[in-house]
């Protein structure tokens, strides 16, 4: 499974992005699929996941409310849609593809889009 993220860019505070995960080499169908940023000078942290059923699972309390994550198998995609962005989630933001579940581990990493919110 390859993964290739796009839709980073620089917004102002209050905008919105939207992310995209593309897979390919096999279908994303079949693959629990998160989200994860890195901060300059921070750890990266868990945004969002969204398991083979559809179901959803909530990393970052902060995010609550503004992101929402979707997948469409028939694109081999899955979305983060980013609204009312703050400067706080300036960061590169990577997608991951694991097996299980949203709470064990992702095998395979995009390399990264960098988001940037600023005035």
């Known amino acids: 499974l390859q993964l290739v993220e796009s839709g980073g860019g620089l917004v102002q505070p209050g905008g919105s992005l939207r992310l995209s995960c593309a897979a390919s080499g096999s279908s994303l169908a079949n693959y629990v699929i998160g989200w994860f940023r890195q901060a300059p000078g921070k750890e990266r942290e868990g945004v969002l996941c969204i398991n083979v059923r559809g179901g959803t699972v909530n990393y970052a309390e902060s995010v609550k409310g503004r992101f929402t994550i979707s997948r469409d198998n028939a694109e081999n995609t899955v979305y983060l849609q980013m609204n009312n962005l703050k400067g706080e989630d300036t960061a590169v933001y990577y997608c991951?593809?694991?097996?299980?579940?949203?709470?064990?581990?992702?095998?395979?990493w995009g390399q990264g889009t960098q988001v940037t919110v600023s005035s």
């Open positions: 991951a593809g694991g097996g299980s579940s949203c709470y064990a581990g992702f095998d395979y």
